[in-house]
């Protein structure tokens, strides 16, 4: 296939990069945390968003050697902002259930680590309801093995897979992610804002932290703020940017 010979072939010639997208402390409006998304700029096609290219790269096993390139350049960057003083700083990186199955992924993560210098306090990975819940023990196991390590692990997308609560209580995970699917008509739908606020309540009283992903405006904001959601991502403060302007936006929004 070809998409997956160039997708080879972008892992080797560095076409891949990362861009960050601040996440931003509803009481305050600083950055806290910034999520990496990958790019991919295709020699030919010019810059690729993942949606066309992690199911590829997931189907064909690719997702592995790439995992790892983004997990190595994040926690690299991470490292650097660390240094120049973003202590309490959070990169999250998003985790595809392939990688998560993989064996050998606490050594990798473990290799990385120590290589880079980061801080694991100041990493923060993001799984799926339907990763955790494919094989709820094996992933409790992996959970509590990453944990133990300092990494902060969030539930990416909540509320669109398939979770059980029995499980979520024994993950030991530290923020729910709410879908950009129920902020997009919080204003607007009874359903979706009943959703939003039971998620808030119910992360609350089970000790976790509430990332609202997809704002896009201020009444939303004000909402989700309201409702006491500690973190907040989206266009209404800034789309996913490249490394140098997340590294200015820092230094102007802390
Ligand atoms: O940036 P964009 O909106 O195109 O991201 C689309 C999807 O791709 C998101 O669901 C995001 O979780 C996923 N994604 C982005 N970067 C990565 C990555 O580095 N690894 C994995 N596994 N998924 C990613
Ligand atoms: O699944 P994941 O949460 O990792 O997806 C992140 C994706 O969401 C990125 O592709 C990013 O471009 C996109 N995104 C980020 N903020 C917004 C927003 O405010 N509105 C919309 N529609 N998409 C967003
Ligand atoms: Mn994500
Ligand atoms: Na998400």
Redesign the pocket.
């Known amino acids: 296939m070809q998409l997956e010979q160039a997708l080879r072939r972008a892992i080797e010639h560095q076409e891949l990069s990362l861009d960050y ?1 601040p996440q931003i402390d509803s009481a305050t409006g600083s950055i806290n945390g910034l ?1 990496a ?1 990958l790019r991919w700029q295709h020699p030919q096609l010019g810059l690729l ?3 066309l290219f992690i199911t590829i790269a997931e189907e064909t096993g690719l997702i592995i050697p790439l995992g790892e390139w983004v997990l190595r350049t994040a926690c690299r960057q991470a490292r650097a902002w660390q240094r120049a003083g973003y202590h309490r700083l959070r990169i999250a990186v ?1 985790i595809s259930p392939r990688q998560f199955q993989q064996r050998g992924l606490i050594p990798m993560i473990d290799a990385i680590l120590q290589e880079t210098g980061c801080d694991p306090r100041g990493l923060e990975l ?1 799984l799926t309801e339907t990763t955790l819940m494919d094989s709820p023990k094996e992933a409790t196991a992996l959970l509590k093995a990453l944990k133990r390590r300092g990494i902060s692990l969030a539930i ?2 909540f509320g669109t897979g398939y979770s059980s609560l029995s499980h979520l209580k024994h993950f030991p995970i530290d923020r729910l ?1 709410i879908d ?1 699917s129920f902020v997009n008509d919080l204003t607007r739908s009874r359903e979706d804002s009943a959703i939003v606020e039971a998620i808030i309540a119910m992360a609350h009283r089970l000790g976790l932290e509430v990332v609202a ?4 405006h201020p009444d939303q904001h004000a909402i989700l703020s309201d409702w006491g959601c500690k973190t907040c ?4 403060y800034s ?2 940017v490249s490394t140098e302007e997340a590294t200015a936006l820092l230094a102007t929004a802390q």
Request: aromatic share 4%; proline share 5%; hydrophobic share 25%.
């Open positions: 997208q999520e998304l968003l993942p949606g998003n993001e990416d997308d992610k950009r992903e997809g704002v896009e991502q989206g266009f209404l789309k996913a």
